[in-house]
Every structure is written in structure tokens, then in C-alpha cells.
């Protein structure tokens, strides 16, 4: 099926009013702190975390608990601690919380250590299975039931990873599943991390799980797809970079890696939509992107890679948040974030800027129809049907409908977004308003029954649009 085919009909809009106001936003998310420094006494600093946050605009922070001593559990709870209150841009900070599964244990001894923190009020240690891993860090249900407790303690400790948690069904079968869950006791969401595929065959993680943390590799479409030998494949990697793709022999996963992954953009939406079919209804879809390269695959993903997989990942609806891969900060200054800046914490800025935003601005967003749902950003406003036109800003009516015509770099010649198929009659001009109704009896006698919803408002984007909705579409 190709990307300019796709029409998502799964797609829904979630309000996450409990996180950012009264409107849709999303969870942006920063994760893992291991390269972060720590003060004289071996902790985390807390201050400087926050203002890393505060400069990316993300709302939410990951926590890896890595560790041989459980030190990073106790700078985890005192992170929770000093951050109850937490706004960041407007929206309530979130905490996650990830586990290191079986699979990435080191020498027996570096795993999910749990230890015992002054700052609750039970006893860490005393609910873990000693014999389960080292100090009990893998018994997954001696740690749901403590992070349920915390979920109790610290509203905003919003769901807990585990990480390779697809790749480790043996251990996470359907009983334990249901053991880990019940002790959470709804608090604290599970959604651990997922790689493409398990679904389809095993349907119970999904129904055992409140969401997943989809990390895109181009699993579907296959490596080879990226490889620097299949010259026909790799041309547009190439030309967009205006580089060699050349992923080592050794690298496993060639879509991850340098200028090689830009070719694999396009897929994106196709699997999201698989993992948005297989899923339960209201079952939240996070997609993680690699910053940092894979192990097997230097160098890290190019810098355009980064920018339009996380652009493209925020713009499709039934994405309620993305997770970076690992923690970026950038360099500099606010003022040396350049737009179009390369370096990969400046793009995260921009990127996750773009969505931290005001109610007014938000809902502007949410105007690109169904069928070409990805907006161009940051500074334009224009409706694509496909993330690889993000760059030229899909500079054809074949791809692309203006939101506002000649403003905001949108071309004057470029069509105005249309109305969606469940509102098709428009009325209204550019200047004034263009509205969308549900009959042909429409403007000036306001759609006969309420039944439209606002197109664009007017030139200035902040406008209202006289008390209508904007237009939005979930129903084909």
C-alpha cells in the first residue's frame, strides 16, 4: 500500500485533558539519565535535569533504573518527590518509570535494583523475591507492586516501561501478565516497549497491556531495504543527504543507522496503523525514535532522519506521544538552535516546541483533514498526505492543501485544505472564515442545524472561529 494511498481511518484524537488543559496534546518525552552527572554525594542532580527538560519542552521524563546498588531507584523516587507540582510549558510533568528486562541483564549483578527510600512509607526490599535476578530486580511483580504504591503516592508517575518487552515473551507470559497488572491496581499505566510483530500472533499482550512504546526500525519492510548495494532503494536516502550511505557489514540494523535510515521515513505511518489496528480500543500508541545510534550500526541516524521521523510520528493522530532515544540536550544557547539547526538536542527543541503550545495554536493544528494529516512545522501551514514532502512542504495540490494560502511561507497558488467527507459543503472565503457543513443550506444562514465546523477561521490563526469546532476527521 503506498503512503499516499493510506487513509487513516483508525486514527483517532485523544484528549489528554488530565496531562494539558483542555485540549489535545501530547506526551513528549525524554529518556534515560545515565550520562548525566551526578554531585559529590553520587546523585543524579535533579535542578539540572529539570532545566534540561524545560530547554527540549519536554513534559515528561523516562527514568532507567540500571544500576548494581539501587542508587538510581532512590534518585528516582526523589525526582518523583520534587516534581509533583512540575509544569513544564503549561502541561503537568509526567513520570515514567523503565525496567530493564531478562534479556539485558550484565554479569548477573547490573539490573533493576531495588533498594529501600527514605521518602515512602514502606519498605522496598521486603516485597521482592531475593531470588528472582540479583536482589530481586527480576521479579516484575515485587516491582509493579512497588510502583503501585508510588503511583499512589505521586499522582503524576504516569506508566512504567519495560523495556524489550516483545522480545521477551517467555518470561512476561499471559499469567504473570495478569499478576504484574493487578498489582498495580490501575495506578500506574503498563506500557512496556515493543518492536513489530508480537502482536499479530500473541493478542494477549496487547489486552494485558494499557498501551505500547512502539520503536520504529523499519521492522515491516525489512533491512535490506536500507542497504547502500540496493542502489534503486537507497537513492533517496542518498540525494537527501548528499552523502554515501554505507552501513557497516556488521550492523544489523541498517535503517537505524547514518544517512541509510532517511529512506525508511516513508514507513512510519504503515506500521503505526498495524499496531493501531491490532490494539484494543483506547490502548495508547507511543513511538520511540533513535537519536542514538543502535549497537551494532555507527553512526547514529542522520539528522534529517531524526527531524521528519519525529515530526511525522507527533502529526499522525493516533500517536499520543513520541519517546527520544536517547536523552539529547543542546548545544549552546537558546539563540544558537538555528531553524533547520543539525544538531539533534536543538531538534528536539524546535520539534517538541511545536506541540507544547497554546490552546488556540494547538487547535489549528488539529484542522488538517483525515487524509493528509501531517502538518508541516515548524512555521508553516500546510496539510500533507505524506512525512518524505515534510521537507519540501509538499509543494503540489497532489500532496498538499494550504491551511492558510499565502501566509505563513504557504504557497498563494496552493488549494485551501478541503472540508472533510462527513462536512462537505464549504462557505466562507480566506479573509472571513471558511466553514464546513453537513447540508447545502450553509453561509449565510450559518449551516442549517449547527452542523459545520470552522475551516479556517481568518488569516490570523489565533482568531476564534465564532464559537464553531474546528474541522476534524474521524469517521470516514
Not at 1 to 21: K, Q, R, V
Not at 184 to 204: D, K, W
Not at 344 to 370: M, S
Request: aromatic letters at 10%.
Amino acid at each position: 500500500m503506498s503512503l499516499s494511498s493510506l487513509l487513516f481511518i483508525f486514527c483517532t484524537l485523544i484528549t489528554a485533558s488530565a496531562y494539558g488543559g483542555a485540549y489535545n496534546t501530547k506526551i513528549l518525552v525524554q529518556y534515560d539519565q545515565q550520562a548525566f552527572p551526578k554531585n559529590a554525594k553520587n546523585q543524579i542532580n535533579i535542578t539540572s535535569t529539570i532545566q534540561l527538560l524545560r530547554d527540549t519542552h519536554a513534559n515528561s521524563f523516562s527514568f532507567l533504573l540500571w544500576s548494581t546498588t539501587g542508587e538510581e531507584y532512590l534518585d528516582f523516587v526523589r525526582m518523583l518527590s520534587l516534581t509533583s507540582n512540575l509544569t513544564i510549558d503549561g502541561v503537568q510533568f509526567t513520570m515514567w518509570l523503565t525496567l530493564i528486562p531478562p534479556t539485558e541483564v550484565q554479569n548477573n549483578t547490573k539490573c533493576s535494583v531495588p533498594a529501600d527510600s527514605s521518602l515512602t512509607s514502606f519498605n522496598e526490599t521486603s516485597l521482592f523475591n531475593m531470588s528472582l535476578g540479583y536482589r530481586g530486580c527480576q521479579d516484575y511483580v515485587g516491582w509493579a507492586d512497588v510502583i503501585g504504591r508510588l503511583g499512589l503516592l505521586y499522582p503524576h508517575l504516569y506508566a512504567v516501561n519495560i523495556d524489550d518487552f516483545s522480545s521477551n515473551t517467555r518470561t512476561f507470559t499471559e499469567k504473570y501478565l495478569t499478576s504484574i497488572r493487578s498489582k498495580l491496581e490501575g495506578r500506574v499505566r503498563l506500557i512496556p516497549t515493543f518492536y513489530y510483530g508480537p502482536l499479530e500472533t500473541q493478542h494477549y499482550l496487547g489486552r494485558l497491556t494499557d498501551g505500547v512504546l512502539f520503536y520504529f526500525r523499519n521492522d515491516r519492510e525489512g533491512q535490506q531495504q536500507c542497504r547502500s548495494t540496493n542502489s534503486s532503494l537507497n537513492a533517496v536516502a542518498v540525494a537527501s543527504s548528499n552523502s554515501t550511505c554505507n552501513a557497516p557489514v556488521a550492523c544489523t540494523k541498517p535503517c537505524l543507522c547514518g544517512t541509510c535510515a532517511d529512506y525508511s521515513l516513508r514507513n512510519l505511518p504503515t506500521e503505526v496503523n498495524d499496531f493501531a489496528t491490532a490494539l484494543p480500543d483506547g490502548h495508547l500508541i507511543f513511538v520511540g525514535i533513535y537519536f542514538t545510534g543502535y549497537s551494532s550500526c555507527p553512526p547514529s541516524p542522520s539528522s534529517t532522519y531524526n527531524r521528519q521521523v519525529l515530526e511525522a510520528a507527533l502529526a499522525l493522530p493516533s500517536v499520543h506521544g513520541a519517546t527520544i532515544y536517547t536523552t539529547k540536550q543542546p548545544i549552546g544557547l537558546a539563540s544558537d538552535c538555528e531553524m533547520g539547526s543539525k544538531d539533534k538536542g536543538c531538534i528536539v527543541r524546535e520539534v517538541f516546541g511545536h506541540w507544547n503550545r497554546t490552546d488556540a495554536a494547538l487547535a489549528v493544528d488539529l484542522t488538517c483533514p483525515a487524509s493528509k494529516p501531517f502538518i508541516v512545522s515548524p512555521g508553516k501551514q500546510i496539510c500533507c498526505d505524506q512525512t518524505s514532502s515534510l521537507a519540501s512542504g509538499c509543494l503540489d495540490d497532489t500532496h498538499g492543501c494550504c491551511l492558510f494560502p499565502g501566509a505563513f511561507g504557504c504557497p498563494i497558488d496552493m488549494p485551501v485544505c478541503f472540508c472533510p467527507s462527513n462536512k462537505p459543503f464549504k462557505y466562507g472565503n480566506a479573509k472571513g472564515g471558511l466553514y464546513c457543513c453537513a447540508n447545502n443550506q450553509g453561509f449565510p444562514s450559518k449551516c442549517v442545524g449547527g452542523n459545520e465546523c470552522c475551516l479556517v477561521p481568518g488569516i490570523d490563526p489565533m482568531l476564534g472561529c465564532q464559537n464553531r469546532s474546528y474541522c476534524t476527521e474521524t469517521n470516514f
